[in-house]
């Protein structure tokens, strides 16, 4: 006898998006979804065995406070519910761990905001079946006593625009129960309007027409409205700016953090998305990237990295505001870590590192992580792995060569360690480069990728100019300066992150690029 109800189990660190699904899916029983569980993390999941053997769908967040959203669903998969079907939800600015999630078992995607009849439709593909709509027996008194709570509850309680009071209240709940919600706006703070346009969706179904007794609508009509188009997220994905987190590294002294610092401001002032830049600096032992900018423009952090790895799986917006240095003429934020520190790095951990990885993919456009060289340190491997690119740089002395061909050599093994394909996204860049030296972009290219089964290139080199330390050692940008190390500089940045949004700029960048030596490659990193 084929199932009555198709068995959900929700998954995702928002409460107010978690209920709003249970409460449609528990008003609209004819639909045939019966959501038996949920949870905010991924701890919480694993331990409620007996709900999560029972579900035929999983709803899950590709991002949980305590952990991947990706790694529950290989766990649940092999451990728990082989036979069970899972969705993973994703945001603009994670929609890139969906092959990820896809390869580790998901079945299919959703991207947030969506609408609630995509939910459905899902489901009922995934499950095999046409869910047959039955009639449902509603006595006429409980109908018109239904219906006036209804009416009553949108009048009192969700008509919430014109009163300014509950407005605020709406935000203090909302706070409360989603640390982890997603700030997308730069300029002003959208948590409010992100609960608003959820109570909105409310109304929606509200103003659709009421089903008489004994009559049910199909899905399609139960979803319709004149705002049915609106998200059940609404708001939290509505930015197309594109999302990357990049890490620079370099195994000998190359000039990485002002390189990485102008490219920074190249973008912040030359890209059309304007996004929003954050720095962090995980050389704990050396941590630079303070001294590369003029101190009197920093707005300074009452706390630091050390505080945000105590408290990575609470963390939220109040903390990492608290522990962000502000580079006020560019607005670009800085991860606080502190040059004194010296006993305080146990308190960083992978996991942790992690989680701050995922925490800042969603609260900024582009996050640039600065590493030290040292390959078998995790601070340098997490980033590594999780980053869409990875710059390497070197110059062109002989040492310099030869521990960057090292370095490349002991990427490959960490491929292999964590079955995932790092190289693929990485470029060298040849840094503070003299035409005078004996060692020529040639020898370089040579010396490096002579190393079987790599498939690397060097798109650029950038000049070393004379007086360049003394310009950059007054917190100056390169960039700012004419001249061909800015310039290239400034290739560098567009590489890493585009600078138009569309129209003849965009296609001018693109027949730049293909008249360039190396225009394939590069068009490889742009978006």
Same mark, same amino acid.
């Given at each position: 006898?084929?199932?009555?109800?198709?068995?959900?189990?929700?998954?995702?660190?928002?409460?107010?998006?978690?209920?709003?699904?249970?409460?449609?899916?528990?008003?609209?029983?004819?639909?045939?979804?019966?959501?038996?569980?949920?949870?905010?993390?991924?701890?919480?999941?694993?331990?409620?065995?007996?709900?999560?053997?029972?579900?035929?769908?999983?709803?899950?967040?590709?991002?949980?406070?305590?952990?991947?959203?990706?790694?529950?669903?290989?766990?649940?998969?092999?451990?728990?519910?082989?036979n069970a079907k899972f969705i993973?939800?994703?945001?603009?600015?994670?929609?890139?761990?969906?092959?990820?999630?896809?390869?580790?078992?998901?079945?299919?995607?959703?991207?947030?905001?969506?609408?609630?009849?995509?939910?459905?439709?899902?489901?009922?593909?995934l499950c095999g079946k046409e869910f047959v709509e039955e009639e449902e027996e509603i006595e006429e008194n409980h109908y018109q006593d239904y219906q006036g709570k209804y009416e009553e509850e949108e009048e009192n309680e969700f008509v919430v625009e014109d009163d300014e009071e509950e407005d605020e209240d709406v935000e203090d709940i909302f706070k409360q129960k989603s640390n982890f919600h997603v700030d997308y706006n730069e300029e002003e703070d959208d948590e409010d309007d992100d609960a608003e346009d959820i109570f909105k969706q409310k109304n929606d179904f509200m103003d659709t027409p009421k089903p008489k007794p004994r009559i049910q609508k199909d899905v399609t009509q139960m979803f319709s409205g004149p705002n049915a188009g609106n998200s059940l997220f609404g708001g939290v994905a509505d930015s197309n700016k594109p999302n990357k987190v990049v890490t620079f590294t370099a195994p000998k002294s190359s000039g990485k953090t002002t390189t990485l610092v102008?490219?920074?401001?190249?973008?912040?002032?030359?890209?059309?998305?304007?996004?929003?830049?954050?720095?962090?600096?995980?050389?704990?032992?050396?941590?630079? $990237? *303070?001294?590369?900018?003029?101190?009197? =423009?920093?707005?300074?952090?009452? %706390? !630091?990295?050390?505080? #945000?790895?105590?408290?990575?799986?609470?963390?939220?917006?109040?903390?990492?505001?608290?522990?962000?240095?502000?580079?006020?003429?560019?607005?670009?934020?800085?991860?606080?870590?502190?040059?004194?520190?010296?006993?305080?790095?146990?308190?960083?951990?992978?996991?942790?590192?992690?989680?701050?990885?995922l925490f800042l993919r969603e609260e900024y456009d582009l996050v640039l992580i600065d590493t030290s060289g040292n390959i078998r340190d995790y601070t340098t491997?997490?980033?590594?792995?999780?980053?869409?690119?990875?710059?390497?740089?070197?110059?062109?002395?002989?040492?310099?060569?030869?521990?960057?061909?090292?370095?490349?050599?002991? $990427? *490959?093994?960490?491929?292999?360690?964590? =079955?995932?394909?790092?190289?693929? %996204? !990485?470029?060298?860049? #040849?840094?503070?480069?003299?035409?005078?030296?004996?060692?020529?972009?040639?020898?370089?290219?040579?010396?490096?990728?002579?190393?079987?089964?790599?498939?690397?290139?060097?798109?650029l080199h950038i000049p070393e100019e004379p007086e360049m330390t003394k310009y950059t050692n007054k917190g100056a940008f390169i960039v700012d300066k004419n001249g061909a190390t800015g310039e290239k500089i400034k290739e560098l940045a567009a590489m890493i992150y585009p600078f138009y949004a569309g129209g003849d700029s965009s296609r001018r960048e693109a027949k730049?690029?293909?008249?360039?030596?190396?225009?394939?490659?590069?068009n490889k990193f742009k978006k």
């Open positions: 006898m084929p199932k009555k109800f198709i068995n959900l189990y929700i998954v995702d660190n928002s409460e107010q998006f978690t209920g709003k699904l249970e409460e449609i899916f528990f008003e609209r029983r004819h639909l045939g979804i019966n959501v038996i569980g949920s949870a905010i993390k991924n701890r919480a999941c694993v331990e409620d065995i007996k709900n999560t053997r029972q579900a035929d769908v999983f709803l899950i967040s590709a991002f949980l406070p305590d952990k991947m959203g990706i790694e529950l669903v290989t766990y649940l998969k092999k451990n728990v519910n082989p993973i939800t994703v945001t603009s600015n994670t929609r890139n761990l969906v092959e990820q999630a896809l390869s580790a078992g998901a079945d299919a995607f959703l991207q947030k905001p969506f609408n609630p009849t995509k939910v459905v439709e899902l489901i009922y593909e102008n490219v920074a401001a190249s973008i912040k002032r030359n890209s059309e998305y304007d996004p929003k830049i954050v720095i962090v600096d995980l050389s704990l032992v050396y941590p630079s $990237v *303070q001294f590369a900018l003029h101190h009197e =423009d920093l707005q300074l952090a009452k %706390k !630091t990295i050390y505080d #945000l790895m105590d408290d990575i799986y609470e963390l939220d917006k109040e903390l990492l505001r608290k522990a962000t240095i502000v580079h006020e003429p560019t607005g670009i934020h800085i991860i606080d870590t502190p040059f004194q520190s010296i006993r305080d790095f146990t308190r960083v951990t992978k996991d942790k590192i992690k989680q701050l990885i491997t997490i980033p590594m792995s999780m980053s869409d690119i990875n710059i390497i740089l070197f110059q062109s002395d002989f040492t310099s060569l030869v521990q960057t061909r090292k370095f490349v050599e002991m $990427v *490959q093994l960490l491929e292999e360690s964590v =079955d995932r394909r790092i190289l693929d %996204k !990485t470029m060298l860049v #040849l840094n503070r480069y003299d035409e005078g030296s004996s060692l020529s972009v040639d020898k370089a290219r040579s010396t490096i990728l002579d190393v079987e089964g790599l498939e690397l290139n060097i798109p730049k690029e293909s008249n360039s030596l190396f225009g394939s490659f590069m």
